[in-house]
């Protein structure tokens, strides 16, 4: 369990930053209270409000969303982490229908610290889950039979952040800077140097927790962390940032990948198939909206301490990691085989071997026969 437990603690300490709430960011920086939310300016977006939406029906979907009178499959979707417009997709395609199109009845189960996405899954409590290539594949080395069917992030999102005054814009710049980070990530800032021929002895490394304070009290010169939290943080905050992210450099780890059994995909196929659909669905409504999925995750959780302004930015950064190129080409989720051989090495260098076994595309191939947009 070693391997699985490193990446468990790494990827908790990377997220430890409260979800990315405003109580968390005003505590973080030390900044005083709550950030007002800011106005939607959507006209087509739903209003931000004090309370729960009234949950939606098959029935009050547009039409183009509804179903027959034959029963609804009721299923459980593990996602990886608290409540949050990181699963902004998943939230539209609930609301609006898109998983009952595809007779669904789906439960969005939120993960968090202690919650890891695995066991629901092997035990069968989930069908599908939100997971990553480093931890599914730990979790076949050691015998799960696991598939990914989809590839949400199509770059990894941990970054280098930075004050602009004093910015890291590549890996060379992290020589003679002091940098901030969970002592879980070592192997990946190891990995980073060695493919960038960063001397890592002229980095001075601060263990320190997931805070930018650290970096805007100028006790570092920059931070390891992900794309959508602390830069989005001191943004939020009105300091100016910078970020350098490692996909750029040579990291390649596919991230919030979709995991089944193998045996689910043998046997439930459909049921997975329509999970995917309604997943791509809500993502693309996402994509053409992100303030909307903004304003539809701070309704639905009103008792989360989610900041409307927060959630927008989080909702647009996103959207750099999740589609590129290669979905537009291809459809949401997709990946290539070159991305494939990338991560295989990758994930040998962080010490998880894996096969191209463990990614299976053929749900997508099929999904997208007719072009890279789902109607």
Not at 7 to 30: E, I, K, V
Not at 36 to 49: K, L, Q, R, V
């Amino acid at each position: 369990m070693e391997g699985i437990n490193r990446m468990t603690d790494n990827q908790y300490s990377r997220r430890r930053f409260l979800g990315g709430t405003a109580a968390g960011t005003g505590l973080l920086l030390g900044g005083g209270g709550i950030l007002a939310a800011c106005g939607n300016d959507d006209d087509e977006a739903p209003a931000a409000t004090t309370a729960a939406p009234a949950a939606t029906t098959a029935a009050a979907a547009p039409a183009a969303t509804t179903t027959t009178a034959a029963p609804m499959k009721s299923v459980n979707f593990q996602l990886s982490w608290l409540d949050s417009v990181q699963f902004g997709g998943s939230y539209i395609a609930d609301e609006r229908g898109y998983y009952n199109r595809f007779g669904l009845d789906v439960s969005l189960t939120p993960g968090g610290p202690g919650a890891p996405v695995d066991p629901p899954v092997i035990a069968g409590q989930a069908v599908m889950g939100i997971s990553a290539a480093n931890f599914a594949g730990a979790s076949v080395a050691q015998g799960a039979p696991f598939k990914i069917v989809g590839v949400a992030m199509q770059q990894n999102p941990f970054v280098i952040a930075s004050l602009t005054e004093n910015p890291v814009t590549q890996p060379k710049d992290l020589e003679g800077k002091k940098l901030g980070m969970a002592f879980n990530n070592q192997l990946d800032l190891d990995l980073l140097a060695s493919l960038n021929n960063v001397d890592l002895s002229r980095v001075e490394v601060i263990p320190s927790d997931y805070d930018p304070a650290p970096l805007v009290n100028g006790e570092v010169d920059c931070l390891l962390c992900w794309l959508t939290d602390l830069p989005v943080a001191m943004t939020v905050k009105g300091i100016d940032n910078t970020t350098m992210l490692f996909a750029d450099y040579g990291y390649a780890v596919h991230s919030q990948t979709y995991i089944v059994l193998e045996d689910t995909l043998t046997n439930d196929r459909d049921t997975v198939l329509g999970l995917l659909k309604g997943e791509i669905l809500g993502w693309q409504e996402h994509k053409v909206n992100p303030t909307a999925a903004a304003v539809r995750t701070v309704n639905r959780f009103p008792d989360a301490g989610l900041d409307l302004e927060t959630e927008t930015l989080k909702a647009s950064e996103f959207l750099k990691l999740m589609f590129s190129e290669v979905t537009d080409a291809n459809g949401f989720l997709w990946w290539t085989d070159e991305s494939v051989q990338d991560n295989i090495q990758t994930l040998q260098a962080l010490g998880v071997e894996v096969t191209a076994d463990l990614w299976d595309r053929s749900l997508l191939e099929e999904i997208f026969a007719d072009g890279p947009v789902l109607v």
